[in-house]
């Protein structure tokens, strides 16, 4: 794996995990009763983004870290993968 697709590996874990990690927790301005004139009753009351990036970040670094080992271990291959046979040798 070269430096680059460990790059975009870690990346596309990393924000995958974001929207997995953007629900929970997140009380809306209409729930804490106090609306920001011009902005929606439905967004987040207060700053929460940082904390939720750390959090993104603590679940998907060993997430991506088991990924990248099945990966250069060679365990799974993409051969494997090729359940139609469409990969020539």
Known sequence: ???????????????????????????????????????????????VMKRKAWITTLIATPIWVVIVAVIMSGWITIEDLDWFGRIRH
């Open 1 to 47: 794996m070269s430096i680059t697709g460990a790059i975009v590996l870690y990346a596309i874990t990393w924000f995958m995990t974001l929207f997995c990690v953007l629900p929970y927790r997140t009380i809306s301005q209409d729930e804490a009763k106090d609306i920001v004139p011009g902005t929606p009753p439905g967004a987040p009351a207060g700053e």
